[in-house]
Each structure stands twice: as C-alpha cells, then as structure tokens.
C-alpha cells in the first residue's frame, strides 16, 4: 500500500480555451493523484494571466505562486502559498495569476 502521493514536478499544461482568455496567453493542466471516497484530489496548476471560469465544488490549498480570484459578488481573495480557499459549483470567477500558480485540489 502506497502512503506517499507522486505530485508531479512538470504537469502537462493546454492553453485555456479563448472564449475564457481575458488577458495574456494563460495555460493550465491538472493531473490526479488519488480518491477519497467520492472526492478527486490533484494538483492543478495555471501560468501568468487573466481568465474567466465557472467552479465546480472544491476546496483547493496553494502550493505555490500568486494570484487573484475575484468572484461574481465582487470579493476578491488574494493566493499565495498555503491559501485555502472554498469554490461551490456554478460560482464565476476570474483569475489573475501573476506567478504562475500551482495548487492542491479536493474536488
């Protein structure tokens, strides 16, 4: 039985999808590492850049990297390492990342 998690020091990244592109030429990739129960957990990460985005359920835990998200009600938190922060399904957010960010995700 494996107790330590692989986390990838290169994940593969895609440019996002233009129609969410509000500024620069952004990437980003996740990869999964594990389950527990019904939750995914993985890394994700996304380099410099301004994106839209529609959430699904999810707590996430900066690793790395530094960022805005702004949400649709006007409050904004700011990312850097060791962040946790609570994303519910449906929400719209934009992202500002200014060092590309990378994070843990439970989803």
């Known amino acids: 039985m494996d107790h330590e998690l692989a986390v990838p020091e290169v994940l593969p990244l895609e440019p996002l999808d233009p129609g969410h592109i509000i ?14 129960a019904d939750l995914e957990i993985g ?3 996304m380099t410099p850049g301004v994106c839209s985005d529609v959430e699904a359920d999810e707590v996430f835990v900066v690793l790395s990297g530094s960022a805005t998200v702004q949400f649709e009600d006007g409050s904004a938190v700011e990312l850097h390492p060791g962040s946790v922060v609570r994303l519910h399904q449906g929400e719209h957010t934009t992202w500002t990342v200014r060092e590309t960010l990378r994070k843990i995700y439970l989803s």
Not at 23 to 36: D, I
């Open 23 to 36: 500024e620069g030429n952004p990437a980003a990739g996740s990869v999964p590492l594990t389950t527990l």
């Open 43 to 45: 890394v994700w990460e």
